[in-house]
């Protein structure tokens, strides 16, 4: 028996609800109902109303230099203590190492972010410290970045 190989182009229009998805050509239909799909939106940071990642840096660099009494610290050394204190969150790494540098106002990058904030100072290779005065919650800036 001979063969051919040819190629003959079809229109298709896929759909996606829940976890089926539908795949329909001309007058047929296919639905797929795949097991362990998520449905819903997107898997998203919810923080708590009025909160943004930028309240957990600092409360991340805070409670570092409280507890280590150590005043330089790492990107990753507050994100995994961002991690131990809020779990239930899916926290990313590549967006928390974007809200540490947006914190640290001598950064070289610091000028790339339109959401700046004061809250750190950049020693140099990977290195930090808490800005002065902002050890304690009652010396919070406001959002024009003075002090309250």
């Given at each position: 028996?001979?063969?051919?190989?040819?190629?003959?182009?079809?229109?298709a229009?896929?759909?996606?609800?829940?976890?089926?998805?539908?795949?329909?050509?001309?007058?047929?239909?296919?639905?797929?109902?795949?097991?362990?799909?998520?449905?819903?939106?997107?898997?998203?940071?919810?923080?708590?109303?009025?909160?943004?990642?930028?309240d957990?840096?600092?409360?991340?660099?805070?409670?570092y230099?409280?507890?280590?009494?150590?005043?330089?610290?790492?990107?990753?050394?507050?994100?995994?203590?961002?991690?131990?204190?809020?779990?239930?969150l899916?926290?990313?790494?590549?967006?928390?190492?974007?809200?540490?540098?947006?914190?640290?106002?001598?950064?070289?990058?610091?000028?790339?972010?339109?959401?700046?904030?004061?809250?750190?100072?950049y020693?140099?290779?990977?290195?930090?410290?808490?800005?002065?005065?902002?050890?304690?919650?009652?010396n919070e800036?406001?959002?024009?970045?003075?002090?309250?």
């Amino acid at each position: 028996m001979a063969e051919a190989t040819f190629t003959i182009p079809v229109t298709a229009t896929v759909s996606i609800e829940g976890s089926s998805v539908t795949v329909k050509v001309l007058e047929s239909l296919l639905t797929v109902k795949i097991e362990g799909l998520e449905a819903g939106p997107g898997k998203r940071l919810h923080l708590g109303r009025g909160k943004t990642m930028f309240d957990l840096v600092l409360d991340a660099a805070r409670a570092y230099v409280r507890d280590t009494g150590e005043s330089e610290f790492s990107a990753a050394d507050l994100y995994h203590i961002a991690l131990a204190e809020h779990p239930e969150l899916e926290l990313r790494r590549n967006s928390w190492g974007s809200h540490i540098v947006a914190s640290a106002a001598n950064h070289p990058s610091y000028r790339h972010y339109t959401s700046r904030h004061r809250y750190l100072r950049y020693l140099g290779k990977g290195r930090y410290s808490l800005e002065p005065g902002l050890l304690s919650p009652q010396n919070e800036p406001n959002e024009n970045g003075t002090r309250k």
